[in-house]
């Protein structure tokens, strides 16, 4: 278990949770849902202007098998990256896979679940990685989407919620 984990978290918590797979690789996950159906939270996943409020930017082809350049927009320095799309399947899953990061993998599943639309959200990481800083981005923009899709007040800016959110991934504030 890492400090990302804890056993009282019950699965609808908004902290992602990391758990050890058998080869040693981590899984971090995330749950986010909606009371709007999977169409319109698939819409904030995929559409190019839905996208760019809480994500960033994707030019390219948006089918299975194509490439195009991702620029997560709200970074300090947006850098446009080579991704690729490994599935596509509206609007239920959206596998993307970035090229120059070997095994940086994202998989966004949507299902609906007790009247709600849930966002199931996983990437894996090689051993021994430190997950902490990654799982305080995707959480950060995943609030993001919560606030684009649910019309929820947004994380506001970095620093403001890594106050808020770090000492939940064991991230002390900083001075």
């Known amino acids: 278990m890492t400090d990302l984990q804890r056993p009282a978290d019950p699965p609808t918590s908004r902290r992602g949770v990391v758990t050890e797979l058998p080869d040693g690789r981590l899984r971090l996950e995330f749950r986010r ?9 698939w819409a904030a996943l995929t559409e190019p202007d839905r996208l760019a409020r809480w994500f960033g930017t994707y030019e390219g082809e948006r089918a299975p098998g194509a490439q195009g350049t991702l620029t997560m927009t709200h970074e300090d320095q947006p850098v446009g990256e080579a991704v690729r799309i490994a599935e596509c399947d509206p609007p239920r899953t959206l596998v993307v896979e970035w090229a ?3 095994d940086w993998r994202v998989e966004l599943a949507l299902a609906v679940e007790s009247g709600r639309t849930t966002l199931h959200f996983v990437q894996v990481f090689a051993a021994g990685t430190d997950v902490t800083d990654f799982a305080l981005g995707w959480h950060w923009y995943l609030d993001k989407l919560d606030a684009a899709v649910g019309g929820r007040s947004g994380p506001g800016d970095w620093d403001t919620f890594l106050a808020e959110t770090g000492p939940d991934y064991g991230r002390a504030p900083q001075a």
């Open 100 to 102: 120059e990061q070997q």
């Open 33 to 41: 849902s909606w009371s709007e159906g999977p169409d319109d939270v």
